[in-house]
């Protein structure tokens, strides 16, 4: 069994910044690749950034490229998401997820392990 726990969320102004940070822990040598996704109220959750286990490979979803940045810790079990330029779309529950990647990027319907979420909130 794998746990993932996000930190890091909060309110923030548009135009600031905030970083994320989702740990794992258990059996992490499963873990091939990982990423966020998020969720704003009443709307399905949806792909941000994934990165690959080595940490060469990244993508993005459209709406957040050039302005986030997702990165893993040296040890391999820590991502982060750098949030620049940060705005009210942005606002939603961010989820930490492990799994497989599958296109140019991860698939909802297709994750491992999710973490429980932490919240950002971008006020205009």
């Known amino acids: 069994q794998v746990q993932l726990v996000e930190s890091g969320g909060g309110l923030v102004q548009a135009g600031g910044s905030l970083r994320v940070s989702c740990t794992a822990s258990g059996r992490t040598f499963s873990i091939y690749n990982m990423g966020w996704f998020r969720q704003a109220a009443g709307k399905e959750r949806e792909f941000v950034a994934a990165i690959s286990w080595s940490g060469a490979t990244t993508y993005y979803a459209n709406s957040v490229k050039g302005r986030f940045t997702i990165s893993r810790g040296d040890a391999k079990n820590t991502v982060y998401l750098q949030m620049n330029s940060l705005r009210p779309d942005d606002t939603a529950v961010y989820y930490c997820?492990?799994?497989?990647?599958?296109?140019?990027?991860?698939?909802?319907?297709?994750?491992?392990?999710w973490g429980q979420g932490t919240q950002v909130t971008v006020s205009s």
């Open positions: 997820a492990a799994g497989p990647l599958i296109g140019q990027g991860m698939d909802v319907r297709h994750i491992n392990y």
